[in-house]
């Protein structure tokens, strides 16, 4: 199941990618491709992320049941 944004949670979130590139990068980011990097993000790493928490929060309640 992909996680959808809203055009509110993009226009919160390119910021940051684009602050993170100027800051880490010295490299301008627009919005565009602060965009596409996020989608790429989201596709590509976040399900690994979601799937580790979702591990992670299984096993903590099994060790208190």
Same mark, same amino acid.
């Given at each position: 199941?992909a996680?959808?944004?809203? @055009?509110? $949670?993009? *226009? %919160?979130?390119n910021?940051? !990618?684009? +602050?993170?590139?100027r800051? &880490?990068? %010295?490299? &301008? !980011?627009?919005?565009? =491709?602060? @965009? !596409?990097? !996020? $989608? /790429?993000?989201? @596709? &590509?790493? *976040?399900?690994?992320?979601?799937? =580790?928490?979702? =591990? %992670?929060? &299984? *096993?903590? /309640? +099994? *060790? =208190?049941?």
């Amino acid at each position: 199941m992909a996680i959808e944004f809203t @055009k509110q $949670d993009i *226009a %919160d979130l390119n910021p940051s !990618l684009q +602050r993170y590139f100027r800051e &880490e990068r %010295d490299e &301008e !980011l627009s919005e565009l =491709r602060a @965009k !596409l990097l !996020l $989608d /790429f993000l989201m @596709k &590509e790493i *976040a399900p690994f992320a979601y799937n =580790r928490g979702v =591990r %992670d929060a &299984e *096993a903590y /309640f +099994r *060790a =208190r049941v």
